[in-house]
């Protein structure tokens, strides 16, 4: 079963409107978690990585006050699209680091966003 | 220079073919590498890590080649359930830690 939980799945929101989606890791605690944006026949693009306790560090191009992220547990992290527009349409997809050495990656189900 | 590079295909391959992979990354510096696989619509599946050594799981064998920073996936009597996008990644190296960088995936489809 899956490790790494993410909600919702789907979404459709209102242009101008906020959604919050969640990633969960099930079993074990993940002091970091990543979040992806894939676009139609193109790669995962990594956002972010929040870090459980501080900020989030972005990637380059990416708004941190459009794209909220909050690590407030070792189990839980949150991406909040804020004022959302048809462009940010897309495949968001988070991942936790388990393990001291981190070197086993889960990833969530992804959440198709749909902005109208 | 995309930092990892792969041909998109789509490759198209009759039911037991053999269908190989390339995929170039531009980090040297890179320390871990991995051929993830992808189903339409969903989150993307560690296939397998790739060594330096080379390694085989079932049908599936990955290739790593350091100094050309070429990395390879052969598939052997392919199955219909293959069809699917394969993802080159690459982490690690310096300010990359266990981030992963993604290809934008080679679509396999696998027809009677």
């Known amino acids: 079963g899956a490790v790494v939980s993410q909600h919702p799945s789907w979404v459709i929101c209102k242009s101008g409107t906020s959604v919050k989606i969640e990633c969960r890791s099930l079993?074990?605690?993940?002091?970091?978690m990543f979040w992806y944006r894939q676009f139609p026949k193109q790669s995962l693009m990594l956002m972010a990585t929040?870090?459980?306790?501080?900020?989030?560090?972005?990637e380059q191009g990416v708004e941190k006050d459009k794209f909220l992220i909050n690590h407030a547990s070792l189990t839980l992290s949150t991406l909040t699209v804020t004022s959302a527009h048809p462009e940010d349409s897309s495949f968001y997809i988070c991942?936790?680091?388990?393990?001291?050495?981190?070197?086993?990656?889960?990833f969530g189900e992804g959440s198709w966003l749909t902005v109208v | 220079r995309k930092e990892v590079e792969q041909d998109p295909g789509p490759f198209n391959v009759p039911e037991g073919a053999t269908v190989a992979f390339n995929c170039t990354y531009s980090?040297?510096?890179?320390?871990?590498f991995f051929w993830y696989r992808q189903d339409c619509r969903k989150e993307p599946k560690l296939l397998m890590s790739?060594?330096?050594s080379g390694n085989e799981d079932g049908r599936f064998t990955a290739q790593l080649n350091r100094a050309s920073q070429y990395i390879s996936l052969l598939i052997r009597d392919s199955k219909l359930s293959d069809s699917a996008t394969y993802l080159c990644?690459?982490?690690?190296?310096?300010?990359?830690?266990?981030?992963?960088?993604f290809g934008t995936g080679t679509q396999l489809k696998v027809e009677l």
């Open positions: 991942s936790a680091l388990r393990g001291a050495s981190g070197n086993t990656i889960y």
């Open positions: 079993d074990f605690q993940a002091t970091t």
């Open positions: 929040s870090n459980e306790g501080s900020k989030a560090t972005y």
């Open positions: 980090n040297s510096a890179s320390q871990s």
């Open positions: 790739v060594y330096s």
């Open positions: 990644v690459v982490s690690g190296g310096p300010g990359g830690g266990n981030k992963l960088t």
